[in-house]
Nanobody, 125 residues
Framework: QVQLVESGGGSVQVGGSLRLSCVASESIFSVKAMGWYRQAPGKERELVAVTSGRSANYVDSVKGRFTIVRDNAKNTMYLQMNSLKPEDTAVYYC????????????????????WGQGTLVTVSS
């Protein structure tokens, strides 16, 4: 079973920056889309940013502050978060849709919807 492992969360003051990482446990052969979601206490999970590799889209509240990047060679996706605000406080999850990974024997397996375990970001004033 492929895993997505997030890291990079932590506590930061208003205006600070963090970079989240999401690493796949297997070599990525192809993926339809990868994205970052977040869930604040008492709120529903929301899509923050998504990329198909050729383009990226962001929720309005993070446009101009967050950047999503994929590094295919490292099987890794990043979320650079700048000018952080208290309302950015949440658990951040990475997600992959139609993720096909290459196994050591050369075969591939498709996973339709994969989630990481989440990483907590806390922004204090």
């Amino acid at each position: 079973q492929v895993q997505l492992v997030e890291s990079g969360g932590g506590s930061v003051q208003v205006g600070g920056s963090l970079r989240l990482s999401c690493v796949a446990s297997e070599s990525i052969f192809s993926v339809k889309a990868m994205g970052w979601y977040r869930q604040a206490p008492g709120k529903e999970r929301e899509l923050v940013a998504v990329t198909s590799g050729r383009s990226a889209n962001y929720v309005d509240s993070v446009k101009g502050r967050f950047t999503i990047v994929r590094d295919n060679a490292k099987n890794t996706m990043y979320l650079q978060m700048n000018s952080l605000k208290p309302e950015d406080t949440a658990v951040y999850y990475c997600n992959a849709v139609d993720l096909r990974v290459r196994l050591s024997d050369g075969t591939t397996i498709m996973y339709p919807d994969v989630w990481g375990q989440g990483t907590l970001v806390t922004v204090s004033s």
